[in-house]
């Protein structure tokens, strides 16, 4: 329920009405550095921030069509501002990544004066605002705080004044060092010109109650804009900096609040979600000023930034490593074309049973799952899919709309089952029957881990090759004996593991001594562990006997198992073909809507 104050707002676009729901008395203007252990409840993340509407259906989340993500045109956008940082030797150098940021999309530059390897004050100051075609905002951070300057600090606020004075939109300066500015200014301000008061944390996420006492000091210099940026250790630790962002927004002081790292960047992407005034945006990949920034190309077109906002559902990819995957570029692409009010995410997750508690919430509708939660995350489901409890496998959680409850699935069977039959229909293994291809063929699975699962249909155990093998009377095999075991041709090869994934493209799953399970219609065959290798002769005997081979890895789209069974005369298909159809079930779970399979495809295509 909402307060009974009749002055507090209830506008359901309000990011506040629900924030302060908890809470006994009206929030103050300016939080007082006791204001969040007085008054400040500790609930679940769900029921501190997100908006708790009236279920809504996957049309109503759907903008009519003269207002789809699709064009510029008849878009509403967000207040939340792209700001690229501009770090670089030269005045003119910045000149040149100015122009360009403009080019790009962004709406301010943070011109970082610390990076300047000469700098005359006066006129490089002069220079870069009078030939800025966009706002500005100067920073000039010391070693202390992160940054380049290891100087005079009279120097350095002294050009923070002039920056000021000369007419920079905003000047950034750190709380350990805006009384001494203060002090230099003598409360001589223009109004045109934005204080900015910083703290960063190198070394981790402090609590609620720490970082609002930390937002209430801050906003107790008079700043005009309050910006602290922490450092996650856990993805988790983001969900404390969206309350405060949330809560910050009733002081009517904007808030600038970032989590770095990789683990962070959500933080970074969903700001117009939260009410954050601006986040950061890199020229290029690995140009960053602080740890964890995307570019503006990903804000932009991979992530639609411009589109978000309060009421935007939350869905991504969680798994370890994650950074790799072409999900959001899937999925954020399919809900721009059809102007669906969602965001897709990619979700660096060490603990999923940590991370589906705290973000509880019905706005985080639907996540999928990769290595290595796929198995761990069956026990976090409130219902797991008759299927998937069966594979012992879940690549797909939906978070139900009406009561919050998490439903798992797997599409993985599917998508990858759909790939290999129809590779081998295009060779024509089966010559036209309606039978499916895979009747009778000896299929080998390399891995026992989620994917693999899902494929040799029915492991459920972790050390599962022999004892499944017993329970169904196949034999087991090692390495070295399967390299020569190929009793019959046109066997089946499928990679589920990550071998092979980048960066480590040149590893082939065939030689790394990998546990390997191989189903021939309803007997399966698993293979004890083993640390022995077959030679290159052996191994290229053994490809020679498998009519197909496929490979889950799609990063590269042609691997080195892919590579070397195609020369071996082997028909192979990619794992973008099990990505694609593995997608297509989980997109119309997400949204409700068809799957738009050639789009999809397009996609892929191109990237």
């Known amino acids: ?95 040149v990544q100015m122009n360009l940021a403009k080019s790009s999309g962004a709406d301010l530059v943070e011109i970082r004066l610390d990076s300047l390897k000469e700098f005359s004050p006066r006129e490089d100051i002069q220079t870069l605002i009078k030939l800025s075609s966009l706002p500005t905002l100067f920073t000039y951070r010391p070693t202390w705080e992160g940054g380049q300057y290891n100087g005079d600090e009279q120097s350095r606020l002294d050009a923070l004044r002039l920056a000021m004075e000369l007419g920079a939109d905003h000047i950034d300066v750190e709380l350990q060092a805006v009384d001494d500015f203060k002090n230099l200014i003598h409360g001589d301000k223009p109004t045109k010109c934005k204080l900015i008061v910083s703290s960063h ?32 250790l856990d993805i988790t630790d983001v969900a404390r900096v969206f309350q405060i962002t949330a809560h910050s927004q009733v002081s009517g002081v904007p808030i600038i609040a970032m989590v770095m790292g990789e683990r962070g960047l959500m933080s970074r992407v969903l700001c117009p979600k939260f009410g954050g005034y601006l986040t950061f ?108 409890k069966s594979i012992g496998a879940v690549n797909c959680i939906i978070r139900r709309q009406n009561d919050g409850k998490l439903y798992g699935c797997n599409t993985d069977y599917v998508g990858a089952i759909s790939a290999i039959e129809d590779g081998l229909r295009g060779s024509d293994v089966q010559n036209g029957s309606t039978v499916s291809p895979l009747a009778g063929k000896l299929f080998v699975v390399i891995g026992a881990g989620g994917a693999g699962k899902a494929l040799a249909y029915g492991a459920k155990e972790k050390d599962r090759a022999r004892e499944l093998a017993e329970i169904i009377g196949g034999e087991a095999l090692s390495l070295a004996d399967l390299s020569t075991y190929h009793p019959e041709e046109g066997m089946i090869l499928a990679n589920t593991t990550s071998i092979g994934m980048q960066p480590n493209i040149e590893e082939t799953p065939i030689s790394k001594g990998f546990r390997l399970a191989a189903w ?18 052996l191994q290229e005997e053994a490809l020679k006997s498998y009519a197909l081979v496929f490979d889950a890895v799609y990063t590269p789209k042609i691997t080195r198992l892919l590579r070397e069974a195609r020369e071996c005369g082997a028909k192979i298909v990619t794992g973008v073909e099990m990505f694609i159809g593995q997608a297509y079930e989980q997109y119309e779970r997400f949204t409700g809507l068809p799957a738009p399979k050639e789009l999809f495809r397009e996609i892929m295509e191109k990237h």
């Not at 996420?205 to 906003?219: F, H, R, W, Y």
């Not at 932009?300 to 999900?327: A, C, E, M, W």
């Not at 021939?520 to 077959?534: D, F, G, Q, T, W």
């Open 1 to 95: 329920g909402f307060p009974t104050n009749p002055s507090f707002p209830r506008s359901s676009k309000s990011l506040f009405n629900l924030l302060f729901a908890t809470l006994h008395q009206p929030p103050p203007l300016l939080l007082t550095n006791n204001w969040y252990k007085d008054h400040f409840q500790l609930h679940s993340f769900s029921t501190i921030y997100l908006p708790h509407l009236r279920t809504r259906t996957a049309m109503e989340l759907v903008t009519p069509a003269v207002e789809r993500m699709g064009g510029s045109e008849g878009i509403t956008r967000n207040s939340t501002l792209i700001c690229a940082p501009i770090m670089a030797d030269t005045v003119d150098q910045m000149l």
């Open 201 to 232: 944390n190198y070394q981790n996420t402090p609590s609620v109650e720490d970082m609002g006492n930390l937002v209430a000091k801050i906003q107790s210099t008079g700043a005009d804009i309050v910006k602290f940026a922490t450092t996650a």
């Open 281 to 388: 945006g890199t020229l290029e990949h690995g140009r960053v000023s602080a740890p964890g920034q995307p570019t503006i190309r990903d804000l932009l077109d991979l992530f639609n930034f411009r589109q978000l906002g309060p009421d935007t559902k939350v869905y991504g990819i969680i798994g370890k490593p994650v950074g790799h995957s072409k999900s959001p570029m899937l999925y954020n692409h399919a809900f721009r074309s059809v102007g669906f009010n969602g965001v897709y995410v990619h979700l660096l997750v060490d603990d999923v049973k940590n991370f589906l508690e705290t973000y509880s919430s019905t706005d985080f509708a639907g996540f999928s799952c990769t290595i290595p939660h796929k198995e761990s995350v069956v026990q976090c489901c409130d219902e797991v899919d008759p299927i998937a």
């Open 520 to 537: 021939l219609s309803k007997e399966l065959i698993a293979p004890s562990e083993s640390n022995l290798r077959p030679d290159a002769s």
